[in-house]
């Protein structure tokens, strides 16, 4: 069953209008047809199972046949701060971080940071990377579409991080599996909780530092050294896992 979002002002009781560019694609790419059946998120963890039951130029009225109001969200949201990877990494990590459920995905420009990222190319590379995380979204039937925040400095993303509830810091040098086992075993399934993964260069131990300060919780992912863009997923897997209703 294909895959759409809709606005809340698209909305209405018994049926679901879809406009602007899915039209196309549900007309002239898809090739749908009156009857056929689709499913629809709101963007706030509601799905509905709906038909066609109109098709215009510019306008698809599909009819709400049901509505699950359990969503496929996990009950954490997890926020990721990623720091700037070197290539199309960030472009996977985003793909395959929407997969498993991230909540919100944060770039992070640090201090070892390869990739320098001038307003224009950063404004350009976060437009590109939400349009992949909306395709990973539809792709794995999410509830929601995880928003990549605009590029932020260190020190944005410690203030930024200030509303959530845990704050996980893998750290290479970190030791003491029993300790993320057990914070991880401890979490209480309706919480927000904060990723920290740095660059390929690591952290700056002034990062630590600052971020220690700020109440980031260095833990271990293991014996073995993970790369950046298999960090993040490896501890969302375990999240994951842990959390999945």
Known sequence: MYHF???????????IDITGDDVNHVKNVLRMKTGDELLISSGSNVDYYCHISEMTDDNIRAEIDSIDEEGRELGIKVWLFQGLPKGDKMELIIQKMTELGVYRIVPVSMKRSV????KK????????????SESAAKQSKRSIIPEIMPVCTFNEALEMSQQLDVKLLPYECADGMAKTKKIIENLKGNESIGIFIGPEGGYDLDELSKAKEEGWEEITLGKRILRTETAGMMLMSVLMYMNEK
């Open 121 to 132: 190319k950063a404004d350009s590379k976060v437009k590109r990377w939400n349009m992949i």
């Open 5 to 15: 979002f809709a606005q809340h002002e698209n909305i209405h009781d018994t049926y």
């Open 115 to 118: 990739v320098k990222l001038d």
